[in-house]
């Protein structure tokens, strides 16, 4: 079975854009998780999907978004992009009422 | 909100030796502890998780021990080989959710493990 696939793997943007990251979970898996991971933070929680609906959200601002389609695949979008967001992104997947979750290999976001 | 203390940063041992890391976590309603290995380039890897109803998990060579009391958990590694070389984190569940869906984990700051050969 295919593990949780993440696009792009690396992306380099400029302060001021917006940046649309994608994540496909594992078949079979409904919840998608996102997570920042910076060197001075840590892992940190940013948001949960189920069924298209966010059911759990971390301490980020709302230029932070996200969503999740019909087909469990999910997006998070951050706008007016600063320095302080260059980080790994890492998508984590989970079966229904399994808290097990599951991570991709991150999107390496650089912020010039 | 809930807050995982992790220790040590590193930690580095003789191939062939144990080693042990140990957390702590804040919220009492938290009730599942996952430990992940992250190897450079890659993802976090689940290695063992263990729910608050047990005490104790082993795998192979990986255990984990939970003290609910205590509130701190730890990972400990028997007969350490060189693809154990990693950083380590564990983490706690911050939220119970009824028909579905996951959790919100909060991580440890990470354990760089080092084997020397």
């Known amino acids: 079975k295919a593990g949780v696939t993440q696009t792009p793997r690396y992306l380099i943007k400029t302060r001021g854009q917006q940046v649309t990251l994608s994540c496909s979970p594992i078949?079979?898996?409904?919840?998608v998780s996102w997570y920042q991971q910076t060197p001075g933070q840590g892992l940190q929680f940013l948001f949960e999907?189920?069924?298209?609906?966010?059911?759990n959200k971390g301490n980020f601002p709302g230029r932070f978004s996200g969503r999740q389609f019909s087909n469990s695949r999910s997006e998070m979008n951050v706008s007016t992009l600063e320095l302080g967001d260059s980080a790994l992104y890492l998508c984590?997947?989970?079966?229904?009422?399994?808290?097990?979750?599951?991570f991709g290999p991150g999107t390496r976001l650089t912020v010039l | 909100g809930e807050n995982v203390e992790q220790h040590p940063s590193t930690l580095s041992v003789q191939e062939g030796d144990s080693a042990v890391i140990k957390c702590t976590y804040s919220?009492?309603?938290?009730?599942?502890f996952p430990w992940y290995k992250q190897e450079l380039g890659k993802g976090p890897q689940l290695i063992i998780d263990?729910?608050?109803?047990?005490g104790e998990k082993k795998d192979q060579r990986i255990a984990v021990t939970l003290n609910k009391t205590a509130k701190h958990f730890s990972l400990h590694i028997t007969e350490t080989q060189p693809e154990d070389s990693a950083v380590y984190f564990c983490?706690?569940?911050?939220?119970?959710?009824?028909?579905?869906?996951?959790?919100?984990?909060?991580f440890g700051k990470g354990t760089h493990l080092i084997i020397q050969p």
């Open positions: 984590a997947s989970s079966l229904p009422s399994e808290k097990t979750q599951y």
């Open positions: 078949s079979g898996h409904r919840s």
């Open positions: 999907y189920f069924s298209e609906t966010q059911r």
């Open positions: 919220d009492s309603a938290s009730n599942y």
């Open positions: 263990i729910r608050s109803n047990v």
């Open positions: 983490a706690a569940s911050i939220r119970k959710y009824s028909g579905g869906g996951a959790d919100g984990l909060t």
